[in-house]
């Protein structure tokens, strides 16, 4: 149980383009879902934490209007990276939790910013 | 602001041996909660701690919350070529912190 999944798990787009990313859960309602990035390695940033059918939080650093955060629903979260230049690829990750303590990870995606 | 440091980087064993890492926080934290990722992967869960001095176990796998709630340690005995993969703490204060990460890499 409780499992997350990502789509697309790797995208490669040209500089200047959006590109949306969501993050679903399978088989359980997520309470919150946080969005991740991790550059090759190292940790984990938390970019954002999101609640369903509320505006986002986004930690310090992070451009609200660079990448936008929709949670739809309790089981959809989406980000998408707007204008994206090549220092936006990384890796992103998306978490959910429902239990507000153990956070389920998505597999992840790379997005590659040409 | 929060930070939690985790040692050592990178570790490199050779099968059978045994392996910790440490993960130090700025503040006290609610829990700690510790993460495996492989190569290519994303972060899987492992266990979290709660209780000030609690010791719990998998396996091979002792993980420590200190008493002061503020550090923790991951140990493995007798590595094997399986357990490869980064190890991850994440502290949880006012939000979930991770720490930089430790590389394990086990030499058969």
């Known amino acids: 149980g409780a499992v997350v999944s990502q789509h697309p798990s790797w995208v490669i787009c040209k500089s200047g383009t959006s590109v949306k990313i969501e993050c679903r859960s399978l088989d359980f309602q997520a309470t919150t879902m946080f969005w991740y990035r991790q550059f090759p390695k190292q940790s984990l940033m938390l970019m954002a934490t999101s609640n369903e059918g509320s505006k986002a939080t986004y930690e310090q650093g992070v451009e609200k209007d660079k990448f936008l955060i929709n949670h739809a629903s309790l089981t959809l979260s989406t980000l998408t990276v707007t204008s994206a230049h090549p220092e936006d690829s990384s890796f992103y990750i998306c978490s959910a939790m429902f239990d507000g303590e153990t956070q389920y990870f998505g597999p992840g995606t790379r997005l590659l910013v040409l | 602001g929060q930070q939690v440091m985790q040692i050592p980087q990178y570790q490199h064993v050779q099968e059978g041996e045994d392996f910790t890492t440490y993960c130090n926080s700025s503040t006290t934290l609610s829990n700690i909660q510790w993460y495996k990722q492989r190569p290519g992967g994303h972060p899987v869960f492992l266990i979290q701690?709660?209780?000030?001095?609690e010791v719990k176990k998998q396996k091979r796998l002792t993980f420590q919350f200190g008493e002061a709630k503020k550090n923790s340690s991951l140990h493995i005995t007798a590595t094997q070529t399986t357990d490869v993969g980064t190890y991850f703490c994440?502290?949880?204060?006012?939000?979930?912190?991770f720490g930089a990460g430790t590389i394990l890499r086990v030499k058969s």
């Open positions: 701690l709660v209780k000030s001095g």
């Open positions: 994440a502290g949880h204060g006012n939000k979930l912190v």
